[in-house]
C-alpha cells in the first residue's frame, strides 16, 4: 500500500517551460513533503520542502505548493532547463513513528533543448 | 568538504552469503539511513539510527541489519543474501529528524 505516490511516471517539456510534477499521499499524519531530485548513477539531492502549516514555499526556480485537503502536492520549475532533466521524487514524514520518511516510485523528468 | 561514502560501489554475490555494505559520512550528522531502490518502488526504508547504539527497524528490514558504534559509520549487513535482495542501495544522512537528507552515490548489488 503505498502511502506516497506518484501517478506519471515521466513528463517531458519544453526548455523554457514551467514543468509541473504531481503527489499525493493517504496518510492524513504526514505533516512535512519534500522533493528529491535524482540524477543516473548518483544519489539523489534534496530540492525543497513544505511543512503542513504552510500552503507554498518557494526557492529560486522551484516552488512547491500543498493542497492539505486533497492530500496533494506539486512541485513547479520554472522555467525548466535542459539540467533539470532527472527523476524527481516526492517524499513525506509524519510525527508518528519515529519520523520515516516515505518516499513516492519518482517521476522522470525530460527537458528539451 | 564533508561528505557521504558508500563501498564498495558495485558487488555480485551468491545467494546464501554474508554481505556488508559500508556507509561513511564527515558531515557528523547524528541521523542515518539506508535505503533500497527498485524500479517502481522509488526509495524504501531498511534501518535508520538517530544516534550511536541507536538502531530502528523501515519499511523493509527483513533479512537486514545494522549496527551504530560511532557517529560516522552505519554498515549494512545482510545475514544471507537472496536473489530479492539484488538493488540499489542508498545510505542517507540528516542533521535533523525532518530535514533534508543528504545521499551517498549508492551500492549496486546483484545476488546471484
Known amino acids: 500500500d503505498q502511502q506516497v505516490k506518484q501517478n506519471s511516471p515521466s513528463l517531458s517539456v519544453q526548455e523554457g517551460r514551467i514543468s509541473i510534477l504531481n503527489c499525493d499521499y493517504t496518510?492524513?499524519?504526514?505533516?512535512?513533503f519534500l522533493w528529491y531530485k535524482k540524477y543516473p548513477a548518483e544519489g539523489p539531492t534534496f530540492l525543497i520542502s513544505i511543512s503542513s502549516i504552510k500552503d507554498k514555499n518557494e526557492d529560486g526556480r522551484f516552488t512547491v505548493f500543498l493542497n492539505k485537503s486533497a492530500k496533494h502536492l506539486s512541485l513547479h520549475i520554472v522555467p525548466s532547463q535542459p539540467g533539470d532533466s532527472a527523476v524527481y521524487f516526492c517524499a513525506a514524514s509524519a510525527p508518528t513513528g519515529g519520523f520515516k520518511t516515505i518516499f513516492g516510485a519518482g517521476t522522470r523528468l525530460f527537458v528539451k533543448a | 568538504d564533508a561528505e557521504i561514502t558508500q563501498s564498495p560501489r558495485h558487488k555480485i554475490t551468491e545467494t546464501g552469503r554474508q554481505v556488508t555494505l559500508a556507509c561513511h559520512q564527515t558531515?557528523?550528522?547524528?541521523?542515518m539511513f539506508w535505503y533500497r531502490q527498485d524500479l517502481g518502488h522509488g526509495l524504501r526504508l531498511i534501518h535508520y539510527?538517530?544516534?550511536?547504539?541507536?538502531?530502528n527497524k523501515g519499511e523493509v528490514s527483513d533479512g537486514y541489519s545494522v549496527s551504530r558504534s560511532n557517529t560516522e559509520d552505519l554498515p549494512l549487513t545482510l545475514e544471507s543474501a537472496a536473489s530479492s535482495q539484488t538493488s540499489v542501495y542508498f545510505c542517507a544522512s540528516s542533521e535533523s529528524t525532518r530535514g533534508g537528507q543528504y545521499f551517498g552515490p549508492g551500492t549496486r548489488l546483484t545476488v546471484t
Open positions: 496518510n492524513s499524519m504526514f505533516d512535512y
Open positions: 558531515w557528523n550528522h547524528n541521523n
Open positions: 539510527s538517530y544516534g550511536v547504539q541507536d538502531t
